[in-house]
């Protein structure tokens, strides 16, 4: 096959979109009440759990066909929200990229975390233990407007952090709940170097 012909083959596939999550707040809830969340896109569902009538941060991962339901997490398992309740939330991102500051990446056995927080970044590794590093660069992958970002930390002594944080749906695999961000990332650092991969949320107000 022809570099043209593979190139061609290559564009004809279909795109697969990596939806983002969306940020919202509770608005339209009286001050001594609380937004149901359901466990279906139905106010006939069961009630798994209530936001506060001033909620802010709520990362929805999708959206019902009708546009009346968002589906969030909850209590480490997803629900349902009925969208008239809610509006749209700034948030703070890093850099040119989509990715929301106060990001909490994470992943299980080992159970791993590094937090995004604008300025600076903290890893914690059971073997390694806590780290923190600063942000030296993030690029948005070419073509692409917010995501999938690619951050590099380091440190003063030499260690550094390669990670790609993409908006797609992803499961810890010790719970329910889905989260709105993956993660891959690389330390390397002198005679080492470890690749993880795991599920990030941007945790509420």
Known sequence: MTRASLIACVLALPVSVQ????????????VDDILNVRSEPSASSADIGDLAYDARGIEAFEFD?????ARIALNERDGWVATRFLTRDDVATLGE???PQGLI?????PFWALGLY????????????????????IVTAEGR???PALLTLATEDNRVIEATVSGAICFDGMSDRSYG???TMQLIAPGQRRFLSGCCQLPRD
């Open 118 to 137: 604008g300025s600076d970044a903290r890893y914690s590794h059971p073997t390694d233990g806590d780290t923190d590093f600063a942000f030296d660069s």
């Open 105 to 109: 990446c994470g992943g299980t056995e």
């Open 145 to 147: 407007l917010g995501s």
């Open 65 to 69: 066909s009708t546009g009346n339901w």
């Open 97 to 99: 990229s989509t990715l």
């Open 181 to 183: 961000w993956t993660i």
């Open 19 to 30: 939806a983002e999550p969306s940020y919202h707040r509770v608005v339209g809830v009286a």
